[in-house]
């Protein structure tokens, strides 16, 4: 069993800064797309950004030129920067790992709250 842990939410106000980080289980070498989704109050998950195995980006148009998404194998770790933070940036946030294609499924960690004040 893939387990994704994530780290790095809090509270913060507007314009501020956070470095949300998830490490997984098992290496990440094999995966077709490793990425961050968010969840605010009263609203369905959405994706924030992905990245490829050739570490190709793909990012939402609300968070383009705001927030950079990167990883580092050797630490089975996928990291999302995100400045000039919002309050419509709240949210539970999650890590993704998309397996499919490599012997494996989609996996979600438990998430972890970005809170962002006016």
């Known amino acids: 069993q893939v387990r994704l842990v994530e780290s790095g939410g809090g509270l913060v106000q507007a314009g501020g800064s956070l470095r949300l980080s998830c490490v997984a289980s098992?290496?990440?070498?094999?995966?077709?797309?490793m990425g961050w989704y968010r969840q605010g109050p009263g609203k369905e998950r959405e994706l924030v950004a992905t990245i490829g195995r050739g570490a190709d980006t793909n990012y939402a148009d609300s968070v383009k030129g705001r927030f950079t998404i990167s990883r580092d194998s050797a630490k089975r770790s996928v990291y999302l920067q995100m400045n000039s933070l919002k309050p419509e940036d709240t949210a539970v946030y999650y890590c993704?790992?998309?397996?499919?294609?490599?012997?494996?499924?989609?996996?979600w960690g438990q998430g972890t709250q970005v809170t962002v004040s006016s």
């Open positions: 098992l290496s990440i070498f094999t995966f077709k797309t």
């Open positions: 993704n790992l998309d397996r499919r294609g490599f012997g494996g499924t989609i996996y």
